[in-house]
């Protein structure tokens, strides 16, 4: 059994788990599956820190977005190709990573993460970034390696407090870098290695 210190379950990171075991039927369920052994479940709603790698699933399961106490997410997995709008249940995310996935869109509802500091969304399939991208007034760090974008929207200067943008290998030409800097003068940028 998983205990919890504290009466609160912190952090859960799942290596081996298959990823159906957020496909439970209630929220206490989440972390009962029998490949891995039978869990305390108790302490779900505390939860602050989800991490999983190699999902075998194209989208997260619904019941995922109803863990709306994480403040960190990390997911790695080359199946995931979707975010459901779903995303704006995390009011009190402050960093994703959703990274070496197939997603190719951004929705729109990324705008009600405010407290969102840390953006990662590298080696995705990624052709653009929504407007939107440019209401989340706390980031300071985004990163989008390796994706397919050619151009980032004007609402990008928005971004006061950001401090390093991550373009490296994204086809982005040379008129866009210089656009790029001029929107965001005090950011550290990279394009190339």
């Not at 989208?59 to 977005?65: A, H, N, S, T, V």
């Not at 997911?75 to 197939?102: A, Q, W």
């Not at 990008?156 to 373009?167: D, E, F, G, Q």
Request: hydrophobic share 35%; charged share 25%.
């Amino acid at each position: 059994m998983l205990k919890a210190s504290n009466r609160y379950l912190i952090s859960l990171c799942i290596c081996s788990l298959p990823f159906c075991a957020l496909q439970a039927q209630t929220r206490e369920e989440i972390l009962h599956y029998d490949f891995w052994g039978r869990y305390d479940t108790a302490y779900v709603d505390t939860l602050r820190s989800f991490s999983k790698t190699c999902i075998n699933a194209t989208e997260l399961p619904p019941k995922f977005y109803k863990l709306i106490q994480l403040v960190e997410i990390g997911i790695d997995s080359p199946s995931i190709d979707t975010i459901s709008p779903e995303i704006k249940n995390f009011t009190k995310l402050e960093s994703l990573s959703l990274t070496k996935s197939k997603i190719h869109i951004l929705p729109p509802e990324i705008r009600h993460l405010q407290r969102l500091k840390n953006l990662n969304l590298g080696c995705n399939q990624l052709d653009s970034l929504p407007s939107e991208i440019g209401e989340l007034q706390n980031l300071e760090y985004l990163d989008l390696f390796r994706n397919n974008i050619t151009s980032l929207p004007s609402s990008i200067r928005n971004l006061k407090k950001l401090k390093r943008l991550n373009l490296i290998e994204n086809p982005i030409n040379q008129e866009e870098r210089k656009r790029i800097r001029r929107l965001l003068p005090k950011c550290d940028i990279r394009f190339e290695y």
